[in-house]
């Protein structure tokens, strides 16, 4: 199969590490530059808004251990350029929490805390093996040429290729497993960079939607079962696995592998439907 060219750096389209050497300090707060390129609908992508509170913790808190697990709210929509603060809370012997905010002039639009870990020696090592997928250069892309034009901007920053269940508005169950990567090779190393990949997917729910409909994350919990995520060539195996949806409400459970079929990540996130 052909890869896809629709390469940022053919386009000079600012990827996720250019983004983040925007992030500067300034009066206690720290600013940064959001392209339009990517904006989902009328806010900023929410894996993008998880990673700059994340980058904020690493620029304002020395010394973090390893990235063990976030908890991150999607309080508002980011429609302009954020500032950011971040805040240490607590650290203990292995354990370390910080806090972070994105706001909107006074108004908060994202809250994150970020739980940082040292590893410790354990009877246990147990993991759940990647399901079965064919190569990321034998899978065909995700979203066909023709509907290019309907997908939010943000996702023609990733390189995202088909493995199993439906694309939105044509599966009879809610799941959905890709490989993705960052398009700008510079944006494809380091736990900042996987958290704005990992909230790559739409809604498990959208397969099962037969219009189209809004949606927005509203909290995300995610888990990094290793010290320092490694993959080949930036590809990601991602699943997205609805588990139950009611009110306008759903919750999915979302995992990701590395090319070696070890778990990486595993989160739960909450989103809203608006189908009504």
């Known amino acids: 199969m052909t890869d896809v060219t629709d390469d940022l750096s053919e386009q000079n389209l600012a990827g996720w590490s250019d983004i983040r050497g925007t992030l500067a300090q300034e009066n206690g707060a720290y600013t940064v530059d959001v392209p339009a390129h990517w904006k989902q609908g009328r806010t900023t992508y929410g894996g993008l808004t998880a990673a700059l509170m994340l980058a904020t913790a690493h ?7 390893p990235l063990r697990s976030a908890l991150v709210n999607f309080v508002g929509p980011v429609k302009e350029n954020p500032t950011l603060t971040a805040q240490l809370e607590r650290r ?21 805390d970020f739980l940082f870990g040292t ?5 246990l090592d147990i993991d759940l093996p990647a399901p079965d997928a064919l190569a990321p250069e034998d899978c ?16 023609h920053n990733f390189d995202t290729r088909l493995i199993a269940g439906a694309r939105p508005m044509i599966g009879e169950e809610g799941y959905i497993r890709a490989w993705s990567r960052h398009f700008d090779p510079k944006s494809r190393t380091g736990v900042e960079a ?10 498990a729910a959208m397969p099962l939607l037969r219009k189209f409909s809004p949606v927005s994350s509203m909290s995300w919990i995610v888990n990094f079962l290793t010290d320092t995520p490694t993959t080949r060539d930036g590809w990601w195996h991602v699943e997205s696995n609805l588990t139950a949806a009611r009110g306008g409400y759903s ?3 979302m995992r990701i592998w590395n090319t070696d079929g070890e778990l990486v990540v595993e989160g739960l996130q909450s989103i809203a439907i608006f189908d009504g």
């Not at 620029?59 to 251990?65: G, R, S």
């Not at 905010?101 to 994150?112: P, S, T």
């Not at 590893?119 to 009877?123: C, E, N, Q």
């Not at 065909?140 to 996702?155: G, I, L």
Request: glycine content about 4%; overall charge negative; charged content about 20%.
């Open 194 to 203: 996987l958290l704005c990949l990992a909230d790559v997917l739409p809604p």
């Open 251 to 253: 919750s999915q459970v």
């Open 92 to 112: 203990g012997r292995n354990v370390t929490n910080v806090s972070a905010v994105a706001r909107n002039g006074d108004q908060a639009v994202g809250r994150a």
């Open 119 to 123: 590893a410790r020696t354990s009877t």
């Open 140 to 155: 065909e892309a995700f979203t066909p040429e023709a509907a290019r034009s309907f997908v939010p901007a943000f996702f």
């Open 59 to 65: 620029e304002e808190i020395d010394a973090l251990p």
